[in-house]
Antibody, heavy 119, light 110 residues
């Protein structure tokens, strides 16, 4: 059974960089049973809806939410079966539960990790 | 970033049928269809259907999805107390090269 788990600091200071890692177990980020998948990040501010952050496609192309594009970097580490998110210059508006998920069908999700931006 | 449109709330009686809608455009819902997600308070979303009525194993047959033009629908039959949750739709927008979400519908089972 494929499992995803987010990890990273739960508290980040304003203007600093938020860094999260998603570890995939029970399958490979490269391919599963010969099928290549895409991976990405989605966040949910407290009491609000889901917001797409970005998707790393198996083709090697990465797409980001235009509203976050200037601050977001995603990368994949196939040797450690992980993919990562970096969001720079954070403000209180970036406080949210951050989820990693398998794309495009969003069929597997991590449990989510709450990141609070506060001094 | 343009999103998908969902009614914010819906209320139905136990045992009834609820139909939730999600409206987009020809670049997203009308193109590849929508995924439907269920989220209970304090839990991550769970995918109920992807790209229109492709229901993964383990998801009850009471959940069925369809699409007509640029509107996707999720029908839940025989409503149960555990169906009370937030429901989100999502699609890839080929014009924006971005994934878009609906604002979510809060379903209350009376």
């Amino acid at each position: 059974q494929l499992q995803l788990q987010e990890s990273g600091p739960g508290l980040v200071k304003p203007s600093e960089t938020l860094s999260l890692t998603c570890t995939v177990s029970g399958g490979s980020v490269s391919s599963i049973s010969g099928t290549r998948y895409s991976w990405g990040w989605i966040r949910q501010p407290p009491g609000r809806g889901l917001e797409w952050i970005g998707t790393f496609f198996y083709s090697g192309t990465t797409y980001y939410n235009p509203s976050l594009k200037s601050r977001v970097t995603m990368s994949i580490d196939t040797s450690n079966n992980q993919f990562s998110l970096k969001l720079s210059s954070v403000t209180a508006a970036d406080t949210a539960v951050y989820y990693c998920a398998r794309h495009p069908d969003l069929d597997y999700w991590g449990q989510g990790t709450l990141v609070t931006v506060s001094s | 970033q343009a999103g998908l449109t969902q009614p914010p709330s819906e209320s139905k009686d136990l045992g009834q049928t609820a139909t939730l809608t999600c409206t987009g455009n020809s670049n997203n819902v009308g193109d590849e269809g929508a995924a439907w997600l269920q989220q209970h308070q304090g839990h991550p979303p769970k995918m109920l259907s992807y790209r229109n009525n492709n229901r993964p194993s383990g998801i009850s047959e009471r959940f069925s999805a369809s699409r007509s033009g640029n509107t996707a629908s999720l029908t839940i039959t025989g409503l149960q107390p555990e169906d009370e949750a937030d429901y989100y739709c999502s699609a890839w927008d080929s014009s924006l090269s971005a994934r878009v979400f609906g604002g979510g519908t809060k379903l209350t089972v009376l």
